[in-house]
């Protein structure tokens, strides 16, 4: 049977859905096609991509769950009387966070019946330049004809390959979420936002957990970056003070699985020119992601793909190398693997599409968050890439170390929170940047964004008023200089 769209989207995930129900808002015909391959361990979740399933949602909700967990020893310096010692059960959490990802799922489903949007749960690939082929699970296929397609099946993590027992024995972020027992004594090999997020909200929650990495942490946020460096260890510091392991300069090269089911690992550690081991119960890989394109087709469309990469290159108004394909999110070359900017292209696209919008997408002064035991949030440019833009001469850096209020009674060390901005430094002092590492990063770098995507300069800053006592705060109070050398520890209040 054949079926008819103005709008046929291939990805149910944040971006995706955006844009159809966006599209169907102006009366058009639209259908979406989802299907979530089983991660190698098994693992399959429902409609709403990556952010809702096996990312943003239940990331947070465990790293509250590590943040709940420093409440507690802080409450007693508060004079909070507090059994010990403390527990927590994984089962708990893991079902709690499960099931609210579930009633999301279940409120996308409704949402697209709501506004009319036809739900394919098949796997999606291109037979022509209009036609797309479903296969369902048991294998029934259907065929789809679009006007307009669109293609966001976002990406999914990469598994090291080339190391021996690493898919047959290892788990990815995939899994991590969707475990119904505790994950127990983890290791983490190499570093990315996610591996550090995980480690830090396992160690939190009282599991033994070790990074393992061979350079810089936080390595997919900025690949040169000197200055995200400085931020990076500071994150990391603070994970070490808290108990997080680091085997720093180390790569992984087997894992085996021994009698007892735990697995051994073995690395070399390029450092000291050794090998070691050590078993774990759990090993969870965080190597980066892959596009979800391997069974889309897209050569026998001539969709162009970064063959590095794999992502499809598209222009600034998210068309690929077919006129009527389009493509948006974390499968597209040189876009942040952001969820709110794939849900802004996605609604953006489909006003172009059927709305005579010609408005595009702006990927400039994006904010975004680390949510580490310390959060690290930033928005605009780093210190580095203003450099290479603009001169070093022609930019000022203010930086601060600062202690949050809430750290001092509960004596907690705050030697890592820190903040800094990068302005250029003409008459006007617009600021390019903002880095900020504290408890509630996230929320402070929102606030500020709105003030920097409007081109806030640093007398502006220096205008607006503080809230006492905030760590935001003492944004509005930057004075000191990196040019000038001065101690950039703020004392008093």
Request: some cysteine; hydrophobic content about 35%.
């Amino acid at each position: 049977g054949k079926n008819e769209y103005d709008l046929l989207v291939i990805g149910g995930g944040s971006g995706g859905l955006a844009c159809a129900k966006e599209a169907a808002q102006f009366g058009r015909k639209v259908a979406v096609l989802d299907y979530v391959e089983p991660s190698p361990q098994g693992t399959k979740w429902g409609l709403g991509g990556t952010c809702v399933n096996v990312g943003c949602i239940p990331k947070k909700l465990m790293h509250q769950a590590a943040l709940l967990g420093s409440a507690l020893k802080d409450a007693q310096h508060y004079g909070w009387n507090i059994a010990q010692p403390v527990h927590h059960t994984w089962s708990v959490m893991a079902q709690a966070v499960q099931n609210y990802v579930k009633s999301l799922n279940w409120g996308h489903r409704v949402q697209l019946q709501d506004k009319k949007v036809k739900y394919f749960n098949m796997k999606g690939s291109f037979s022509g330049l209009h036609t797309v082929r479903g296969l369902t699970k048991a294998g029934k296929e259907t065929i789809v004809t679009a006007e307009n397609i669109v293609i966001a099946t976002g990406g999914r993590p990469k598994y090291p390959t080339h190391i021996a027992g690493a898919l047959e024995y290892g788990i990815t972020s995939d899994d991590l979420f969707w475990l119904k027992e505790s994950p127990g004594k983890t290791l983490t090999p190499f570093v990315f936002n996610v591996s550090l997020e995980c480690a830090g909200f396992l160690t939190g929650i009282g599991l033994d957990t070790t990074v393992m990495m061979r350079s810089i942490p936080l390595r997919g946020f900025d690949q040169v970056s000197v200055d995200y460096q400085q931020m990076a260890s500071l994150v990391t510091e603070h994970m070490e003070s808290y108990g997080t392991k680091f085997l720093k300069g180390c790569s992984p090269t087997k894992v085996e699985k021994l009698e007892s089911n735990r697995l051994q690992v073995t690395w070399k550690n390029t450092d000291l020119g050794t090998e070691e081991t050590d078993s774990f119960d759990t090993v969870m890989w965080a190597v980066g992601r892959t596009p979800d394109s391997k069974t889309l087709n897209l050569d026998a469309v001539g969709v162009k793909t970064n063959s590095e990469t794999g992502k499809i290159i598209v222009d600034a108004s998210e068309a690929t190398s077919v006129p009527h394909i389009y493509a948006i999110g974390d499968i597209t070359e040189g876009r942040p693997e952001l969820t709110p900017t794939a849900i802004a292209a996605g609604k953006l696209l489909a006003q172009r599409l059927f709305g005579k919008s010609s408005e595009l997408m702006d990927y400039d002064n994006v904010p975004t968050t680390v949510f580490t035991p310390l959060e690290y949030g930033c928005v605009g440019l780093s210190e580095e890439a203003a450099a290479q833009l603009y001169g070093s001469d022609n930019i000022e850096v203010y930086h601060a170390y600062y202690k949050p209020l809430e750290f001092t009674v509960a004596e907690r060390d705050a030697t890592q929170c820190y903040m800094k901005m990068v302005c250029l430094r003409e008459r006007e002092q617009r600021i390019l940047g903002l880095h900020f590492i504290g408890p509630n990063a996230g929320e402070v770098i929102q606030g500020f964004a709105l003030g920097i995507k409007c081109g806030a300069t640093y007398p502006q800053l220096m205008k607006t008023v503080g809230i006492h006592p905030t760590c935001a705060e003492e944004i509005t109070k930057l004075h000191i200089t990196k040019r000038s050398g001065l101690d950039a520890t703020v004392t008093g209040c």
